[in-house]
């Protein structure tokens, strides 16, 4: 995502007051799955695989809301290196997570 830089502040993506704005309102009146939306919207996977982690949220979450998302879009290469960045062993995953996807 390219990022319009104006008065030394960038105008989209991360960084900008704009994205931190959405993002923190998001964090305080949002749900998890809109927060999610938002991070793959700006091709944040990272920021969305960990706030998944951390409020450890249910298993169908993952599945309908990255990892079906990532296929759609033929991004997941990207998911899986940032699973893998998380955890190499993926083992934070595997519960209930990778089950979907290992049958």
């Known amino acids: 995502m390219t990022k ?20 923190w309102y998001l964090n305080r009146y949002g749900t998890s799955g809109a927060l999610i939306k938002f991070f ?23 599945v309908n809301s990255i990892l079906l998302p990532a296929f759609r879009n ?10 893998a960045s998380l955890d190499p062993t993926l083992e934070v995953f595997k519960v209930g997570h990778l089950q979907h996807i290992q049958g």
């Open 4 to 23: 319009l830089i104006l008065f030394g502040f960038a105008v989209m993506g991360p960084g900008s007051i704009q994205y931190t704005e959405q993002e």
């Open 74 to 83: 033929s991004e997941q290469t990207l998911l899986f290196n940032c699973m």
């Open 40 to 62: 793959l919207r700006h091709n944040q996977w990272q920021a969305a695989l960990e706030l998944l982690l951390q409020r450890q949220m249910d298993p169908e979450m993952f």
